[in-house]
């Protein structure tokens, strides 16, 4: 029998500074119901997803801050979403701002999970690509404070069984799908299906003429690119429309292990959509062009995981 598995991109608009997690908690519901009566089992809700993008504002008081994090997952706030999914057997991914110790030490991650039908909690992320700068920038439009905000993911890339056919999906968020790195170690764990959430804002903050159909290409040219190299399905879900007057991208995919997107959102507000995924699609590139086994080369990749930055060094 063919394995499938019905997915749904549940993409947010606009939270502001002043909506309660109450009443994000209640859309990110809405939605699952509606993804639920398409038919789908598998919900993918966008990074961050609880509260407005708070790294473009800069802040010093740190209880300010910890406002956005969530120290419990699930937590009173957040527990009637799991429930709802325990109820309607629908499995998801939600992005959100952990507080956590670790050793002694407060730790601070820009994470996401997968949830399982059941209700429990099967697999944790923390980014690892973290985007922006620590410092502020008075002279920008907003900031994107990322790297002072959040650690860098200790987790890795790793993938996970879910579902009764044992779909292996692998999880990432937002900044982490441009990086080709990041598909590949997920995809050399046997991910047959890579989601992820995404907060993009319309404006390059450091390159502000950069157009803006340009920024939506290299999202979709980076989703479909680690879809087909990778023979896996990528879904990727937007926090879209203007947080507090700052706009960002909509676009939510679903993208088949061919590179073609199949589903696609048209708004920039609460949208869903889905789509019946085959998940033997990928099944012959992994056994042809892209035969891990067969055709990587490793011996020539050592650079890859021993230099970091670029260094000039011509053969010639
Ligand atoms: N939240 C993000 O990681 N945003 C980045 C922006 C800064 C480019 C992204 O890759 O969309």
């Not at 399982?116 to 994107?144: C, M």
């Not at 995924?277 to 020539?300: M, P, V, W």
């Amino acid at each position: 029998m063919a394995r499938r598995l019905k997915v749904a991109a549940a993409q947010l608009g606009p939270i502001h500074r002043a909506d309660s997690r109450a009443s994000v908690v209640k859309r990110l519901m809405a939605m699952m119901r509606e993804a639920h009566a398409s038919g789908a089992r598998f919900v993918v809700f966008p990074e961050l997803a609880l509260t407005t993008f708070f790294p473009r504002w800069w802040m010093t008081d740190q209880a300010e801050i910890d406002r956005y994090f969530e120290a419990q997952m699930p937590g009173p706030e957040t527990q009637p979403l799991f429930e709802l999914g325990r109820q309607l057997k629908v499995g998801f991914y939600l992005g959100y701002a952990e507080l956590t110790e670790e050793g002694g030490k407060t730790k601070r991650y820009n994470t996401s999970v997968l949830v399982a039908p059941n209700g429990q909690l099967v697999g944790k992320y923390r980014k690892v690509h973290l985007p922006g700068h620590s410092e502020h920038l008075p002279e920008a439009a907003f900031q994107h404070l990322e790297k002072r905000y959040f650690d860098v993911g200790n987790l890795g890339f790793d993938v996970w069984r879910m579902f009764d056919e044992n779909v292996l999906i692998g999880q990432c968020i937002c900044n982490d799908r441009r990086w080709p790195e990041t598909y590949r170690v997920m995809a050399l764990k046997g991910a047959e299906m890579i989601v992820l959430g995404y907060n993009t804002p319309n404006e390059n903050l450091h390159t502000p003429e950069e157009p803006q159909h340009i920024r939506v290409f290299h999202h979709r040219l980076s989703c479909q690119a680690g879809a087909y190299q990778n023979a896996s399905w990528v879904i990727a879900t937007a926090k879209a429309g203007r947080e507090d007057g700052f706009g960002m991208h909509g676009e939510s995919l679903i993208v088949a292990p061919t590179g073609e997107i199949v589903a696609k959102t048209l708004t920039e507000g609460d949208e869903v959509i889905a789509y019946d995924c085959d998940l033997s699609l990928g099944e012959y590139l992994r056994e042809q062009t892209f035969n891990f086994a067969k055709h990587r080369r490793i011996e020539h990749y050592k650079l890859i995981t021993e230099r970091t930055g670029v260094k000039a060094e011509p053969a010639n």
